[in-house]
């Protein structure tokens, strides 16, 4: 169970963060979930990028009552997805794009790397464009993606 700090307001206790805590419906030991949050509007995209050997995975959340409760709406793993991959390691919204960086790790080091472009459509997100570099722009460690 998470460690919460609670504080005294007039005798009574009571826990200073009412929003709770986000928690994947399914939870693996070392998967670093909480990496890389972004919100936007009711939804908040968190990152597990070590869940499964580092192959990864973004999780979905969403409010309808300003934040009071959440619940997992979408979990997103990478369409060619590798142990190592490091998939969520890399996160941003804007409006109905979603934009998931991957780093496919080598010997330690990233590796060339892809980013998948996700649209919003009905409430669910659906990968629309894997970016990469060009042939030849990337080496190891370059942290593309």
Not at 93 to 118: K, Q
């Amino acid at each position: 169970m998470p460690e919460r700090r609670l504080e005294e307001e007039l005798g009574q206790w009571s826990d200073p963060a009412p929003f709770g805590i986000l928690v994947p419906d399914v939870q693996i030991e070392g998967m670093n979930f909480g990496f890389a949050p972004k919100a936007a509007g009711n939804m908040v995209a968190i990152t597990g990028f070590a869940e499964n050997n580092f192959e990864g995975a973004v999780y979905i959340f969403e409010t309808e009552d300003q934040g009071l409760t959440w619940s997992q709406a979408q979990r997103i793993a990478a369409s060619a997805g590798t142990h190592g991959s490091a998939y969520g390691v890399a996160l941003d919204i804007h409006e109905d794009l979603l934009f998931v960086g991957r780093n496919e790790f080598n010997f330690g080091l990233p590796g060339p790397g892809r980013v998948y472009v996700f649209r919003r459509d009905g409430g669910l997100w659906e990968e629309v464009s894997i970016l990469h570099a060009e042939e030849g722009q990337t080496q190891v460690g370059a942290f593309f993606g």
